[in-house]
């Protein structure tokens, strides 16, 4: 069956001749799931999880009993072998007495030994999660660490960064040109971490020795180049602030620097520095200037300042399109705009500014310094990214530019699934986190009519979970205060249902009736409305039909604001 965009609908029921009762019926069926031919729904096998994804995925009384500080990686690359070698410190707070714990750590790569208090200590490994056991217990409240050492042939992706592990090819000249990217199947999958973004590391020391000739550059401030014996550099590079584990980067080249001087941000000068291929030293002066400072200022006016001054901002290119690595974000759009030269909203805004740079970098704001506790949540990470690229447009263009920019991101909705995916088996939802939460935030703008409280409550989401882990009850209760409207229901309806929610309007002769047609029960999203070439007013429509006052309203003549809320329409 057809699936019409909302824009049409209106035009299309008053045009075709369709029966208005049938499409109610479609409505419903939309709601219900069954837009698509009803076999399909009915065939589609639900998606089953194994053990191992819950030793992934869940918070197991064997993770929380640590609360982790500090990391010290330090790993050897042999680029020949494609192979790592090398250890990682855990140094952790106990946040109950315990004597066993569980860490994480690809089944494909070799645990050789865990060392505490200067003595080995017993270990047992089940899929990709290592349990360890101590001699004695440890305490609530006690510090205290363990190191994990470790060898082996990581995963070599082969369509990074939508599958992780590790990137492998070269540069220009035949020199080696290697990446990792590990969004979503987890940074256990190079290093022996606690692979769960609930629990951030507070600070970390990335430690990458390579072959001589090769720089590695990662995530923080470069603190010491050391060369050793075997013919290896290695690369000392500290972090901070806090971070998540997909995060953690290793990105290794015939890498050259250059500096993009300091930016006025609000926090004061803001160090931005570039690491990219001898080959692309001239594109990345000219495209890297054109887009960082403005990205810049558009980020930090909505949304605070710039979560990482202490340690910087940086570009690295990188063998694959992108990733948000924490102030290193990984480049690779081959210094185009657009998204690989193409607009993904198609209304040539998109066309104006390097999607990556924007994108990625959007994501520090949100992934980075806001984390999701659960992939499931990952759309606080992707909505609110992909609904900066429409801020940046604003801030450059104006509003009915980013207006237009955003509606031209429904092209990419699926409406197949949940947004928010099954909590505690490492498993996101639908990929309409990214246009369709981006609409859902520019709806939820559009029915507060306040464009200075929703940058407020924007920047406030910054300052008030400024470097914590959350879910999405917090971020949700969180706009509610601060905007004055409860939205659940709204946040509800477009993350955790697929059909649109469908505003009835119902033409009777002395009255008009406006009612939602929503899953969510108590789902009362504001709306614009006028009578063609009039102005637009708002009306409170609720799931239970009630009269509308609009001056010289008619089934003819009636317009809604589906320019700037992602809904659907049915006129009766």
């Not at 299309?12 to 399909?40: E, I, K, M, N, Y």
Request: aromatic fraction near 14%.
């Amino acid at each position: 069956m057809q699936r019409f965009a909302p824009d049409a609908v209106l035009y299309f029921v008053l045009t075709s001749g369709f029966p208005v009762r049938s499409f109610l019926l479609v409505a419903f069926c939309g709601l219900l799931g069954l837009s698509r031919p009803v076999a399909a729904q009915l065939l589609k096998a639900k998606p089953t999880f194994t053990r191992a994804d819950t030793l992934r995925g869940a918070l197991t009384p064997l993770r929380t009993c640590y609360d982790i500080n500090y990391y010290h990686l330090d790993v050897k690359l042999d680029v020949a072998k494609k192979a790592l070698s090398g250890s990682n410190e855990f140094r952790f707070t106990a946040t109950q007495d315990f004597t066993r714990l569980q860490f994480d750590l690809f089944a494909n790569l070799n645990v050789e030994k865990v060392a505490y208090e200067g003595k080995e200590v017993p270990f047992t490994r089940e899929a990709n999660a290592v349990f360890v056991t101590f001699p004695q217990p440890i305490r609530k409240g006690q510090r205290a660490a363990f190191t994990v050492f470790y060898s082996g042939q990581p995963t070599v992706a082969e369509n990074a960064p939508w599958d992780g592990g590790l990137v492998f090819t070269q540069d220009a000249k035949g020199k080696p040109w290697v990446a990792t990217a590990c969004q979503g199947v987890g940074a256990s999958i190079w290093w022996p971490t606690k692979d769960h973004q609930a629990d951030e590391v507070d600070s970390m020391l990335i430690s990458i020795s390579v072959p001589k000739g090769l720089k590695d550059v990662s995530n923080g401030r470069l603190r010491a180049t050391t060369p050793l014996k075997n013919g290896y550099t290695r690369y000392d590079w500290f972090v901070s602030n806090p971070i998540n584990n997909y995060d953690v980067a290793m990105n290794v080249g015939d890498y050259q620097h250059f500096s993009g001087g300091t930016y006025a941000g609000e926090k004061g000068p803001l160090t931005l520095d570039y690491w990219v291929l001898p080959e692309n030293l001239a594109k990345a002066k000219k495209q890297f200037a054109a887009n960082v400072p403005p990205m810049l200022k558009a980020m930090e006016y909505w949304f605070g300042p710039y979560p990482f001054y202490k340690d910087g901002y940086k570009l690295v290119d990188a063998p694959h399109l992108g990733m948000e690595h924490q102030s290193a974000v990984a480049y690779g759009n081959k210094y185009l705009n657009g998204y690989l030269g193409k607009d993904r909203s198609g209304t040539g805004w998109g066309m104006k500014w390097d999607f990556i740079i924007i994108h990625e970098s959007g994501h520090e704001w949100f992934g980075n310094n806001i984390t999701s506790k659960d992939i499931a949540d990952m759309w606080i990470h992707e909505a609110f990214t992909t609904y900066s690229e429409a801020l940046f447009v604003e801030s450059q263009f104006g509003k009915e530019a980013a207006q237009a920019y955003i509606h031209g991101q429904r092209r990419n909705i699926q409406n197949d699934e949940p947004i928010i995916g099954p909590y505690g088996v490492n498993k996101e939802g639908s990929s309409d986190m990214y246009d369709k939460g981006s609409n859902m935030l520019n709806t939820i703008r559009t029915a507060l009519n306040n464009d200075e409280k929703w940058r407020q409550v924007l920047r406030g989401l910054g300052s008030t979970f400024y470097h914590q882990t959350v879910t999405t009850e917090q971020i949700v209760a969180y706009i509610n205060q601060q905007s004055g409207h409860d939205f659940t229901a709204v946040f509800n309806q477009y993350l955790r249902h697929t059909a649109l929610p469908t505003l009835e309007l119902r033409f009777e002769e002395n009255r008009t009736l406006a009612r939602w047609i929503a899953n969510e029960p108590a789902f009362d999203l504001p709306v614009q409305v006028r009578a063609k070439g009039g102005s637009y007013q708002f009306i409170k429509p609720t799931t239970r039909f009630a009269p509308i006052e609009v001056p010289g309203l008619t089934k003819q003549n009636v317009e809604v604001d589906t320019l700037n809320c992602y809904i659907g329409i049915l006129v009766e």
